[in-house]
Nanobody, 117 residues
């Protein structure tokens, strides 16, 4: 089993920055790919960014150029650096991990990000 725990959420003004962290524990060798998703009130959960062991990355069009995903394999931690935040970025952000992109078996509990205008 794998446990994922997000941290780093909070309240920030538009134009500000936050860095989210996702710490993995347990059978982390199975986490070939890690991703970030978000869900705003009344909306479907949506993909934000993903990274694999080869450091290949993917981003949603809505966050390209503003968000950066990275991983520290020694710490089993994935980060999401979020810059130039907008009110529409407000959501609960979830970390996910699995054996490949799109094959996310493990999910964290989520961390709230609120961007005020």
């Amino acid at each position: 089993q794998v446990q994922l725990e997000e941290s780093g959420g909070g309240l920030v003004q538009a134009g500000g920055s936050l860095r989210l962290s996702c710490a993995a524990s347990g059978r982390t060798f199975s986490l070939y790919a890690m991703g970030w998703f978000r869900q705003a009130p009344g909306k479907e959960r949506e993909f934000v960014a993903a990274i694999n062991w080869s450091n290949t990355t993917y981003y949603a069009d809505s966050v390209k150029g503003r968000f950066t995903i990275s991983r520290d394999t020694a710490k089993n931690t994935v980060y999401l650096q979020m810059n130039s935040l907008k009110p529409e970025d407000t959501a609960v952000y979830y970390c996910a991990g699995g054996i490949g992109f799109g094959a996310y078996k493990y999910w964290g509990q989520g961390t709230q990000v609120t961007v005020s205008s």
